[in-house]
């Protein structure tokens, strides 16, 4: 078969290789806290990224080059990138990957049409992953890019919108249950508003909310277990969206029920664009027990846009696998590279450099985050520094069953506490003792 990545499957030299081609810290065998480090980062490509991203910018049009691509919107052509996905796979050692029904096989021009294109890419990757192992993170459909969305999909105010979104959704459900897919995602790019002036935002949130119960159902009836996935963006494409963060979209899931069916997929650069860090929304779904999967990428300080880069920076890696490790790992999600070339970065081999520093920098952020805990300091820390709650009284605080009236009694006896620091610089110092 033509081979479209002019090299060998990626090996691991480790740390003092200068080899580019060669892995210099992810060793999918290599045990961290006694399990394989290809179980603890669970490595996804996403195609949507990896073979339809032509590297356009709101400025100019696409640079990528695609040599296996004729550019068309035929079945061939679809079947054709089938191929070159699975060879970037196995080059990367990449056993996970993710789907939007429209990336993987064209909209033709009625639904049905475009259904049967999708049925015929579906049966290849079904082959394709019999043959390498390799397995759906999960799969999702496009309610975002054909302009029939673009006054939302399952927040339409047009009930023909909402039926064809629905309709999608339905077949990329049957899609990922076909391909054996882990999870399935919802990211709510339409799903929002420009202005309040013609938007009804209580029917909207009702809407989807039914639409997603909707899929519920639907997943039970053809034997999908799920999870599904909620990927909280505060905006971009819309102004204000209803999936802006974690919490929003907890409340929103605790509102309608939804809790026990969906888990959230939390993306760096969509913490970023709501104005918090990585490390805060992977917390904050964590303490919920719904952390469920990540989209591993980061965006750039300079540009306030969703620039899907990389991830390049072990603080982050770091902050991020010791919330997977603190969580005891990922069950059904995995780290999903939702991650494209800069627009000058428009060779094949260019996917390849950009995957080994990925996976390498969350390698050591995986070994960096288990010597961290390993060392016990960082999290001793934070214990001590919650002592005071230790005792019995802090355990009526947390059962109930302490008033204001007792509290107000050991204030007046108690004098002016004394606070201990709170050492953020010494934690900081010791973070960077492992980095
Ligand atoms: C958009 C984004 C999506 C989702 C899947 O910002 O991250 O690619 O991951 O629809
Ligand atoms: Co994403």
Redesign the pocket.
Known sequence: MTSFFACDPIPYEGPSSRNPLAFKHYQPDELVEGKPMREHLRFAA?Y??VMRNVLADPFGSGTAQMPWDDGSDSVENALKRVDVFFEFLAKMGIEYY?W?DRDIAPELNDLAASNQALDAVVAKLKDKQAETGVKLLWG?A?L?AHPRYAQGAATSPDLKVYSYAAAQVKKALEATRELDGLGY???G?REGYATLLNTDMKRELDNLAAFLHMAVDHAKQIGFEGPFYI?P?PR?PATHQYDSDAAACLNFLREYGLMEHFKL?I?T??ATLAGHTMEHELTVAANAGMLGSI?A?RGDTLIGW?T?QFPTDLYLTTQVMLVVLGMGGFRTGGL?F?AKRRRESHDPMDLIYAHIGGMDTFARGLKTAAAIRKDGRLSAFTQERYQSFDGELGKRIADGKCSLSELEQLALSGGEPELASGRQELLENLINEFI
Do not use: A
Request: proline share 4%; hydrophobic share 15%.
């Open positions: 996403p949507w990224h993710c939007h999702t496009c975002f995602t919802f990211w790019g990927e963006k971009e997929n993306e650069n969509h989209d990428n969703d899907d999903n939702d």
